[in-house]
């Protein structure tokens, strides 16, 4: 994996939409603290969290990882301390209510 840019004590955010079995997600926290971040954190919009994901979150150098609750995963935070969760709710309701009565979603 190559890294461009100084990321010598930074805070590093990870930002992506989908994380599966988290095998990137870990590599690229790795390769981000060989470096010289200080931290590293991910953001993912769905979580689907297959096979190893947890194991891998787990042993990363990952700080924290957040997902939103557009898939369930109500119990793999019981095995994985680092997961955290962002409601997204009232955003999709919002989003359809606005497609419904022919207003701007943008």
Same mark, same amino acid.
């Given at each position: 994996?190559? =890294?461009?840019?100084? &990321?010598?004590? %930074?805070?590093?955010? =990870?930002?992506?939409?989908?994380?599966?079995?988290?095998?990137?997600?870990? =590599?690229?926290? %790795?390769?981000?603290?060989?470096?010289?971040? +200080?931290?590293?954190?991910?953001?993912?919009?769905?979580?689907?969290?297959?096979?190893?994901?947890?194991?891998?979150?787990?042993? +990363?150098?990952?700080?924290?990882?957040?997902?939103?609750?557009?898939?369930? !995963?109500?119990?793999?935070?019981? &095995?994985?301390? %680092? =997961?955290?969760?962002?409601?997204? +709710?009232? &955003?999709?309701?919002?989003?359809?209510?606005?497609? !419904?009565?022919?207003? +701007?979603?943008?």
């Amino acid at each position: 994996m190559v =890294l461009v840019g100084d &990321v010598t004590d %930074k805070i590093a955010i =990870l930002v992506d939409d989908m994380a599966d079995t988290c095998g990137t997600l870990g =590599l690229a926290a %790795k390769t981000l603290m060989d470096n010289g971040a +200080s931290a590293v954190y991910a953001i993912v919009i769905h979580g689907v969290l297959s096979g190893k994901a947890l194991e891998v979150i787990n042993n +990363s150098v990952l700080t924290r990882v957040v997902v939103t609750n557009t898939i369930p !995963h109500a119990e793999k935070k019981k &095995v994985c301390p %680092k =997961l955290d969760t962002i409601d997204v +709710s009232a &955003v999709l309701a919002e989003a359809i209510r606005r497609t !419904h009565n022919g207003e +701007s979603v943008s």
